[in-house]
């Protein structure tokens, strides 16, 4: 059994591997890429793989985030071999990683939420051994996370007469182009900073995947698909200036990236880490189909 860095060559046999051992979360080779080599925080020293006989039995991705409240740790990707559990190569791998990451100044560690590029905003409840597997290694359950799904099939996502009443106002809601870069980044800048980077992936895509509602040039409200698990039919993020709620923009907005999802052939959309559950049920029929919990540990008192 050898424990080494992960390489470029493993691509192939690591997603053999990461579809058998995390069901809820299979990947394709693009995505595979995406959640790994194309993270801006990719760390050779952070992706460790455990083969045994030229078999991979084991995968960590661990990955460094900033946020308000300093520099922070993410597992980001962790599995075992089924037949090879209980064998102490997740503990290996995972204690391996978090004192890559205390070295490179985490203070804390979380379990798979590492936005702007992440695949879970937490641990399935599905996988039923996790939670006892991290508790064990000292993480502390912080919260819950939902996934809303949304059915594409046979139901039309227009404006109509809502999307005719804010044009009269002088609000437009329209694609964006890459002309709208600067705008975004400032609106963005101003509401949700953290979000800056994965709309504007969305932004990048061709054509964008990113719709805007404006009051001239000014920003009041986006709405972006594509932006994370790229083809996966995720929708958001998605936000809209305080001073313009309550007028039905961001309904709009919605409808707009589910239709463009529905054209690509989507029979569902996925809605991830949501926060107003209300708001998608009411507007678009999502329900709640994926709960997860959110862990952390202290590795710096």
């Not at 996934?147 to 996502?157: G, K």
């Not at 437009?172 to 980044?185: L, S």
Request: some cysteine.
């Amino acid at each position: 059994m050898k424990f080494r860095p992960l390489c470029r060559s493993d691509a192939g046999p690591l997603l053999e591997f990461w579809n058998a051992s995390a069901r809820f979360d299979t990947l394709t080779p693009d995505l595979l890429a995406e959640k790994i080599w194309a993270d801006e925080g990719f760390d050779p020293g952070m992706a460790l793989v455990c083969a045994d006989a030229g078999q991979i039995t084991g995968f960590v991705l661990g990955v460094m985030r900033q946020n308000a409240a300093g520099p922070r740790g993410i597992i980001k990707l962790l599995a075992v071999a089924g037949e090879q559990r209980r064998r102490g190569i997740g503990s290996r791998l995972l204690l391996a990683v978090e004192a890559e990451l205390a070295k490179r100044g985490a203070e804390t560690v979380r379990v798979c939420e590492s936005p702007p590029n992440y695949l879970t905003p937490g641990i399935d409840s599905r996988y039923s051994g996790a939670p006892h597997f991290f508790e064990k290694h000292g993480y502390v359950q912080v919260g819950e996370a939902c996934n809303m799904t949304v059915d594409l099939e046979d139901r039309l996502f227009a404006g109509g007469d809502k999307e005719r009443a804010l044009q009269a106002q002088g609000i437009k809601i329209r694609r964006a182009t890459a002309d709208d870069r600067a705008a975004v980044t400032q609106f963005l800048e101003s509401h949700w900073p953290p979000w800056r980077n994965e709309v504007i992936a969305s932004l990048l895509n061709k054509p964008p995947s990113l719709y805007l509602a404006l009051d001239g040039s000014e920003v009041l409200a986006f709405s972006a698909y594509d932006a994370n698990n790229r083809g996966a039919g995720w929708f958001g993020p998605m936000g809209t200036a305080p001073a313009a709620r309550r007028r039905g923009i961001g309904q709009l907005l919605l409808f707009r990236c589910l239709a463009d999802m529905a054209a690509q052939g989507h029979r569902y959309a996925t809605i991830p880490w949501v926060d107003p559950v209300g708001f998608y049920k009411q507007c678009a029929g999502a329900a709640v189909t994926r709960i997860f919990h959110r862990y952390e540990k202290v590795v710096k008192p």
